[in-house]
């Protein structure tokens, strides 16, 4: 996304989409005739991850370009798009590979899976490659007919001048990298619930596989649900209290977590609110962007903020084991919290870039 992101600013965000569905396409036919560990790494690991990264930033940067007056909604439509294609690619997915659902597939059912992934690969051929013809960037200067718009002000309420601010200035921003590091807290302590939920709800006395299943699937129909109503929230009040807003509930969840174990209801209803605050991150972060650094170059500079998102799957995964040794699952959680209100200090430091 660093890449691709400044890529599309200089040939649109139509060639960049078109080589990220060409990349998704050929990595998922490579994959299906892959048969070592080594060879899907390559192929289904780094290859895949490359294609989605050339495609992913196009549409929220166009998006964005068209609908400044709705931005926060539009990206979060389009991001929430992101997360309901794992949703319904996993179910079918499933229901093609392990159509009886059996605990453990044999050989039979994994002899199935080459399959599956060129059936994908011609999908995902068509609608990235698809979509990615639609995209086009409005004319320069547009505006939507009748919209003025929002004036930015410091905290001493004086209007400042909207900037367009490229990358290599943006990023000797302090704002800019205390953006990326509320981004860092917020992030890790929603992955921190998608990799330990199951786990956690494994050890209460109600636990159930099925209802654990779920639970996963409602939750990230909260997490799709949430990319868009954070973001028309944001386009209503502002990314700032939104950003707060999102970090000290999902903070507040995260810290009485540990007590759901006792009501299978109540663990659903957390998992599904965690889910809920951890989908506002994708809405509310390019929201921001936009706001501080300008829509014109949100591409480029929302490609680096994004890094925030890989630092935080992996700091969240090193640190809950030494967490949970030192602190017990209590512990671990409540400091999954404060990760989370760690991002509500740094909001108070986060304001508009001064005028060169």
Do not use: H
């Amino acid at each position: 996304m660093v890449f691709s992101g400044q890529l599309q600013q200089k040939i649109g965000p139509m060639k960049v989409g078109l080589v990220g569905g060409i990349i998704v396409t050929s990595a998922l036919l490579i994959s299906s005739f892959m048969t070592s560990f080594i060879g899907m790494l390559f192929a289904y690991g780094m290859l895949f991850g490359i294609g989605i990264g050339f495609a992913y930033v196009c549409p929220i940067a166009c998006a964005a370009k068209w609908f400044p007056d709705k931005k926060g909604l539009i990206n979060g439509i389009a991001v929430a798009g992101f997360g309901a294609g794992a949703f319904i690619f996993n179910i079918i997915a499933t229901s093609f590979v392990n159509p009886n659902g059996v605990p453990t597939i044999s050989a039979t059912e994994f002899e199935r899976v080459p399959a599956l992934l060129r059936i994908l690969a011609i999908i995902y051929a068509f609608m990235i490659i698809g979509g990615s013809m639609t995209l086009k960037n409005p004319p320069e200067g547009y505006k939507p007919k009748g919209w003025v718009p929002t004036p930015i002000k410091n905290e001493n309420n004086e209007v400042l001048e909207v900037q367009d601010i490229p990358r290599n200035k943006a990023i000797k921003l302090p704002q800019f990298w205390i953006l990326w590091g509320m981004f860092v807290l917020t992030a890790a302590s929603g992955l921190f619930t998608i990799g330990y939920y199951k786990t956690f709800g494994n050890t209460a006395d109600w636990a159930d596989d099925t209802f654990l299943s779920l639970v996963g699937s409602m939750a990230a129909l909260f997490n799709g649900l949430g990319r868009v109503v954070w973001g028309k929230l944001a386009d209503t009040f502002g990314y700032k209290k939104m950003l707060f807003g999102m970090a000290l509930f999902q903070g507040i969840l995260m810290i009485t977590f540990a007590i759901t174990i006792e009501s299978k209801f109540a663990f659903l209803i957390w998992v599904c609110l965690i889910y809920f605050c951890f989908g506002g991150n994708f809405s509310l972060y390019p929201t921001a962007t936009t706001d501080l650094f300008g829509p014109k170059n949100l591409g480029p500079n929302y490609g680096v903020i994004f890094t925030a998102y890989g630092i935080a799957g992996v700091s969240g995964a090193l640190l809950a084991k030494p967490l949970g040794n030192a602190f017990g699952v209590w512990g671990l959680f409540i400091s999954m919290g404060i990760f989370s209100i760690g991002a509500i200090f740094l909001n108070k430091l986060l304001k508009p870039p001064k005028k060169d």
